[in-house]
């Protein structure tokens, strides 16, 4: 089964093509408020390279946010114009979930992403399992468990593991997820927006 999943919630423009729940294709690239334009190239790049036919896709995977509201909207929109017109369904993915889906570590960490100033996205995880809500907060609100983030260094001086968003993180978690998460009701997708705590 054909697939192409999608991650726009930072500065990389990121799609991946899958068959049988493997990678076949990756494109990314990293060019800041460029989505717009980058987006449907990559996508009419990566169909043509793999020399497939649009109508063979089963499904579509998209990183719903938290991240970059302007991202988010753009691969978000894309993506349920495209399934709309292929009359296919969509995977949302929750992009801290997708960071999440590779990471094997024990014990308390969380998952930050860059939002603006010293506010980051967030979220608290032990042994891989969620043990917070998502949350728009000042770094300085985490307590002293390991970090796996994106962009952090924007912020200053922090010791954190780097992660990189990436469509192949949204694709294997659609694949994992699909029964639960797929739907052709593309009114009920939207974009997962955190406002900041204080």
């Known amino acids: 089964m054909k697939f192409v999943a999608i991650e726009t919630i930072t500065d990389i423009c990121s799609i991946s093509l899958f068959n049988s729940n493997k990678k076949i294709d990756l494109l990314e690239t990293s060019e800041n408020f460029a989505h717009s334009k980058n987006l449907p190239l990559l996508f009419n790049k990566i169909i043509k390279k793999n020399k497939i036919s649009i109508s063979s896709l089963k499904f579509l995977a998209i990183s719903i946010g938290p991240g970059s509201y302007t991202g988010i909207k753009i691969g978000v929109n894309f993506t349920k114009g495209l399934a709309y017109s292929l009359n296919i369904p969509i ?34 995880f032990k042994d891989g399992l969620v043990k917070s809500k998502q949350i728009c907060d000042r770094v300085l609100k985490l307590n002293e468990y390991k970090i796996f983030g994106y962009q952090l260094s924007n912020i200053g001086k922090i010791k954190y593991n780097k992660i990189q968003p990436s469509s192949l993180n949204v694709g294997y978690y659609a694949i994992e997820n699909y029964k639960k998460l ?6 009920s997708i939207t974009s997962i927006c955190l406002s900041k705590v204080n």
């Not at 995977?91 to 980051?120: C, E, R, T």
């Not at 797929?182 to 009114?187: F, L, V």
């Open 182 to 187: 797929a739907t052709k009701d593309y009114d």
């Open 91 to 124: 995977v949302p993915v929750n992009s801290i979930d997708s960071l999440n889906f590779p990471i094997n570590q024990k014990g308390k960490y969380y998952i930050a992403l860059f939002s603006h100033k010293d506010y980051i996205f967030y979220q608290e």
